[in-house]
């Protein structure tokens, strides 16, 4: 028999005050178990070599407080960071491509 598997769709909002009462709402309401699959649009950037051009501002603070907390409680992390993670040939490491001013943004 296989294991459930919960799926969650986010479109965060750009504010950061927002995304942590996002993120603490998801808390509240997700339920904990082992197969998450959490994917979408999270309006931030994690770690600096997530992103190319642009602002290199990245969660800090209070919201990657919430955050982590977030992923802690799911039981989620991000499948680039993992060696073994099977990348299909010509995949981009960045899911967005943006062209502004004279340069090239991708995160």
Known sequence: ?????????????????ERMSLWNQLIA????MDNWCVGGDFN????????????MVIVHGQELACWE?????LHILDAWT??????MQGSLLYSRSDRRGCGVNLS
């Open 1 to 17: 028999m296989g294991e459930d598997v919960a799926f969650l769709n986010i479109y965060a909002p750009n504010s950061s005050h």
């Open 29 to 32: 309401l997700c339920p904990t």
């Open 44 to 55: 931030m950037i994690e770690r600096v070599k997530d992103r190319v051009g642009g602002s």
């Open 69 to 73: 907390r977030f992923c802690f409680h």
């Open 82 to 87: 993992i060696d073994t993670f099977v990348r």
